[in-house]
């Protein structure tokens, strides 16, 4: 016996990897979205990441669910409609699931393959557990195909992927969930905390070379499906904390002034210009808060680790 899965696909735009590469490249400065991290590779490596002696958020948010997760389902209520924003770490939803027994479970993810992966392990797993997988860009507009109006909504948003959109992308973010879930529902998220310098620049840096990894993959790809030429000998991994902005900031830095073909097209690069490829904005409790705040959520309750590493709010829409 296995739960039910519902697979509702809304068909989001596919990313255009050579028209925003090719757009990115001729900016100045030069810039490509981290979504283009994740293929396949680059998803093998940020798993490998997240198990980093020096990547904190992953098995710290983790401890703060295992320990105060009785807590946070008290807030949430059982028989919810239980959204999770991108198909995560089945480690973090399984501790949600295993006490709230939700109504339903909505994972929401713009990876077909990965939602219906995900989807079918968690349904063997539990039978008797509702799933509707929906594949949408959650950073985007897009409506619930199920929202049975006798049941309580409730969001969880782990893994502090909120830091990566610029805070007026998140709070548009946010205002969309608001919308979406509706007055009284609520939202679980995890958040990376302001810490000291030196311990976010090595979450970013790793002794093994694997965010380096990370980040070259990008270039890989590129060569791989645009038939470029990056040479990536040429080029640094740098990921350093930009405190007047609050956030990890990643580039691949060239080491020498040279060209590069793309597509047919030429780019040229100046010794030490960069290609900016990931922003992790860090917040403080407060700063957080007050971000929610300002798009309709009042924050209910908050916890963290004994080093304030991470945290996880629950929110509530006013």
């Known amino acids: ?9 809304l068909h989001p735009p596919v990313a255009d990897l050579k028209t ?43 401890s703060i669910l ?24 089945s480690l973090k939803i399984r501790l949600l699931l295993n006490a709230l ?63 990566n959109f610029d805070p007026p992308q998140a709070q548009n973010l946010l205002q969309r969930v608001a919308d979406f879930l509706g007055s009284g529902s609520t939202l679980l998220i995890g958040v990376d905390l302001k810490k000291d310098q030196e311990r976010l ?17 990008l270039l890989t790809r590129i060569n791989q499906e645009l038939n470029a030429d990056f040479d990536l000998s040429r080029f640094n991994h ?21 060209e590069v073909q793309v597509d047919g097209q030429r780019f040229q690069f100046e010794e030490g210009e960069s290609i900016h490829t990931e922003n992790s904005y860090k917040y403080t409790v407060t700063q957080f808060q007050n971000l929610a705040s300002e798009v309709g959520f009042q924050p209910i309750q908050v916890w963290s680790d004994s080093d304030a590493l991470f945290s996880v709010h629950c929110l509530r829409v006013e």
């Open 66 to 89: 295992e320990e105060h997760g009785k807590e946070m389902i008290s807030l949430l209520g059982k028989d919810c409609l239980l959204i999770e924003l991108g198909s995560g770490s």
């Open 201 to 217: 620049n090595a979450a970013y840096n790793d002794a093994a070379g694997v965010t380096a990894a990370f980040n070259f993959n």
């Open 101 to 163: 027994q939700p109504a339903a479970y909505m994972p929401i993810d713009i990876c077909k393959a990965h939602l219906l992966k995900s989807a079918h392990i968690l349904a063997n797993d539990y039978p008797n557990l509702d799933i509707h997988a929906t594949c949408a860009d959650y950073s985007d507009h897009f409506h619930l195909p199920y929202d049975p109006n006798d049941k309580p909504k409730a969001v969880f948003f782990p893994g502090s992927s909120i830091g």
């Open 238 to 258: 740098h990921a350093f904390y930009n405190e007047q902005q609050g956030r990890i900031e990643m580039h691949l830095v060239s080491q020498v002034s040279h």
């Open 1 to 9: 016996m296995k739960g039910t899965v519902h697979f509702h696909d």
């Open 20 to 62: 925003e590469v090719l757009i990115g490249l001729a900016s100045q400065p030069k810039t490509i979205s981290p979504k283009f991290f994740y293929d396949e590779y680059g998803s093998q490596l940020f798993d490998q990441i997240t198990e980093l002696p020096e990547y904190y958020p992953t098995r710290t948010e983790i």
